[in-house]
């Protein structure tokens, strides 16, 4: 009986292909925050609002602009931001949009 085995190894250095990560590199770690736990909660304010009933994501667009967008839960108002100013829609857009 003979057995046969399925390589996982990368063509190109032979090394296990399994466990590599591709394409993102290591950043600082931020803490992450809590809906369901006040006490993790940050205290971020909707600017439409002020509910403290926000999301807020760190994110690159795809020109590579970093933004902090923000979404309230309550009345549904939406920011972005970059370098603590606020963006507008079309300018998001544009930075979005693939060339």
């Keep these: 009986m003979t057995q046969s085995r399925t390589s996982t ?3 190109t250095s032979g090394a296990p292909a399994r466990g590599r990560r591709r394409g993102r590199t290591a950043g600082p770690s931020i803490p992450l925050g809590s809906l369901t736990q006040r006490e993790h909660r940050a205290e971020i304010q909707c600017q439409a609002c002020g509910s403290t009933r926000v999301t ?3 994110m ?3 020109d590579g602009t970093p933004v902090e ?3 309230c839960h309550r009345c549904e108002h939406k920011t972005w931001e970059h370098g603590g100013d606020a963006l507008s829609v079309s300018t998001v857009l544009d930075k979005a ?3």
């Design 60 to 62: 690159n667009l795809t």
């Design 9 to 11: 190894a990368d063509s």
């Design 56 to 58: 807020r994501l760190s």
């Design 69 to 71: 967008f923000t979404s």
């Design 97 to 99: 949009r693939k060339n």
